[in-house]
């Protein structure tokens, strides 16, 4: 084993072999935090976004907080119904992408896929700068280090999803339950204790008052109309993650679709209970939230002006339900929320290579996404996501509120499409089923299909306008590139399957002659053993090319030629440039068109080394030479290895290990 074989054991783990496949399915325990995360936790920052967009509108858009939450809790809770139809539909896996494929057509199902894939991309980059947003409130020193930390944790998680998918699902568990009870006992605590008790339990910001980007408290007419809409399209962002359940069903344990159905009816309680819970605390507690980058700012009673970003809703609410009486509980929910923003990157971690294989799969994306790696993972498909989601966190500075716009806009294309797909089905499949019990199945799973085809279109049309020049058209235009590269990656495989077709009688026709060639730099052993064997192929003829770049070396060749005597000629070509490949090419372009249906064998001595460095030193023109004849109709490039002494020792300690 080598160093760099070494280095991927230690930090992968060891291999698995394809029997082992069935380890790696996650019980409902563990698929609900690996799955669910990314839903579970975007209640961390969708409160956030939703504040910030409403501080727009001044003190007058903070009235209309707990209004966009049950707005968007009962978008939520739409979409998981939904999406329990389409898990019980299509056991298969591929969400939206295989119910659009399978009712909408190509052009509809490549929609969906790239959209998803985007989607995928900015979960991770929005989760992770989230969580450094979040880490903040205990470790300011991270101030202006966001960026580094966030790649960081990218580049952690996607070498634990490299493990294998078992491994980080048990690593990933108890931070998110924990960040589940955590938030429930703090939203459970903080009503009880205002409800109940009648304390007045307020914020640090609860006597700040915020001023629009204009200076003023106060908003009316469309203006409040288009930061409530826009408020509405930030807090959905509540949404993301739902369909990666629909699209991970094959990581399951039996019974798939069951299971699956249970974890997204868990997500959906769960996920609305804290969503609602958290808006409407906020609400109560005063909970006062700008970005300096929208021009909101704060007014003090003392009548001075702050431009200073409060801490996040979680933070501020912790500290107000736990400060005064159980600081522990301020920190646990910090470090809960820190945890599970990280690891709700590891929705994307599973749901991004698996949606890329079935499309490497169908020829739509690169067959190397589709295969495993050494722990059954898609290992290709988790490093473009954490390549794609690094270079996002660079290019938009780890910033949530910049991400934000870019989101959401992808994952309610899916959403649309793909329930429109699960109508279809729906329709198609009652043609032909006459027992009344599963009509009245199907008939009942088509309303909720319905029902998720109009809510889901309804807030795509809002997003859209709300958000278009905010960023969306960024998300919009790199869907559009993938779009349009998993066409050109299908057509090109579609021309060569059909440039590979066998073809009866020309396919098998024998060429008339072989006419063997032998590259000769120097008369050494790797010469002779390559021309051994371009005898032992029996060629029609067979041919010494020597290139004379040097009149003294090329003299030394001849003579050694002539001493050998290996009983073939020698053809010394002229290069009076001191060129070696375009001379040889030149000669061997010669050779094939003399005759279209003869071939020309080309046999080229290779050095095999057995140190890295090695291979810089040794077969750089060899190598230049049969690139180029690679590409040459009618030539056939045979590399003879002669193995150097490094090469055998490395294999001898290969064979001792």
Not at 225 to 240: K, M, N
Not at 260 to 289: D, E, F, K, Y
Not at 322 to 339: E, H, K, R
Not at 553 to 578: K, M, Q
Request: with cysteine; glycine share 8%.
């Amino acid at each position: 084993m080598n160093i760099v074989a070494g280095l991927k054991r230690v930090l992968v783990g060891r291999r698995l072999s394809n029997s082992q496949l069935g380890e790696t399915l996650l019980p409902k325990r563990l698929a609900l935090p690996v799955f669910a995360s990314d839903a579970l936790s975007s209640v961390a920052y969708a409160p956030d976004e939703i504040l910030i967009t409403l501080s727009l509108a001044g003190m007058t858009g903070y009235l209309f907080s707990w209004q966009v939450g049950l707005a968007v809790g009962a978008v939520v809770a739409v979409v998981v119904l939904s999406y329990r139809q389409t898990v019980r539909a299509y056991p298969g896996g591929g969400g939206d992408y295989a119910v659009a494929s399978a009712n909408l057509g190509r052009h509809a199902a490549l929609t969906v896929a790239s959209a998803l894939l985007v989607d995928y991309v900015l979960t991770v980059a929005v989760s992770v700068s989230a969580g450094v947003l979040n880490a903040k409130a205990m470790m300011p020193w991270l101030s202006g280090h966001e960026t580094l930390v966030a790649v960081v944790v990218i580049g952690f998680l996607a070498l634990m999803n490299l493990r294998g998918m078992r491994g980080p699902g048990g690593l990933f568990a108890w931070p998110t339950y924990i960040f589940v009870f955590s938030m429930l006992v703090m939203l459970a605590i903080g009503f009880f204790r205002i409800l109940v008790l009648g304390q007045p339990l307020l914020s640090e910001t609860a006597h700040l008052t915020v001023l629009d980007p204009e200076g003023a408290t106060t908003a009316a007419g469309w203006v409040l109309v288009a930061v409530i809409a826009r408020a509405f399209s930030s807090g959905c962002a509540a949404l993301t993650g739902v369909e990666a359940v629909a699209n991970g069903v094959p990581a399951f344990r039996p019974p798939r679709s069951r299971n699956a159905a249970t974890v997204l009816a868990m997500l959906g309680i769960i996920a609305v209970v804290m969503l609602v819970g958290i808006v409407v605390l906020a609400n109560l507690t005063r909970v006062r939230l700008i970005d300096p980058l929208t021009g909101t700012h704060y007014l003090a009673p003392d009548g001075s002006v702050s431009h200073t970003p409060a801490v996040t809703v979680t933070g501020q609410l912790a500290r107000a339900v736990f400060g005064d009486w159980f600081n522990p509980g301020f920190y646990l929910m910090v470090v809960a929320t820190m945890a599970i923003l990280f690891l709700a990157a590891n929705t994307a971690f599973n749901g991004f290579p698996s949606l890329a294989s079935i499309l490497a799969k169908d020829g739509h994306l690169p067959r190397q996404l589709h295969t495993r790696g050494d722990r059954l993972a898609h290992s290709n498909g988790i490093i473009a996501l954490a390549v794609a989601a690094v270079a996002f966190v660079l290019i938009f500075d780890a910033s949530v509120t910049a991400l934000i716009q870019l989101y959401v806009v992808g994952v309610f294309i899916s959403f649309t499409l793909g329930q429109a797909g699960m109508v279809r089905h729906w329709t198609s499949a009652l043609r032909t089923e006459l027992d009344r019990g599963s009509r009245r199945r199907m008939q009942r799973a088509r309303v909720i299909n319905v029902v998720g085809t109009t809510v889901t279109a309804a807030v795509l049309v809002v997003v859209l306008v709300s958000k278009f020049t905010h960023g969306a058209w960024v998300a919009l235009l790199a869907m559009a590139a993938v779009f349009l590269a998993m066409l050109q990656v299908h057509r090109h495989y579609n021309q060569v399957r059909e440039e590979l077709a066998l073809e009866t009688v020309t396919d098998r026709i024998l060429p008339s002659r072989v006419r063997a060639v032998v590259l000769v730099q120097q008369v050494n052993r790797p010469t002779a053993k390559a021309i051994a064997y371009a005898k032992a192929s029996r060629a029609t003829s067979l041919t010494g090319v020597t290139i004379a770049v040097d009149d003294e070396e090329t003299r030394d060749v001849v003579t050694a030629w002539d001493e050998e005597d290996f009983g073939i000629p020698l053809r010394v070509i002229a290069s009076p440039y001191r060129e070696i490949t375009q001379p040889f090419l030149r000669y061997v372009s010669e050779l094939r068109t003399e005759n279209p249906r003869d071939v020309v064998a080309v046999y080229i001595p290779d050095f095999v080394v057995g140190r890295w460095w090695e291979r810089f030193l040794h077969n750089q023109t060899s190598r230049l030479i049969r690139d180029r004849l690679h590409v040459m109709k009618g030539v056939m490039v045979i590399s003879v290895p002669y193995q150097l002494s490094s090469s055998l020792r490395r294999h001898e300690k290969q064979g001792h290990r």
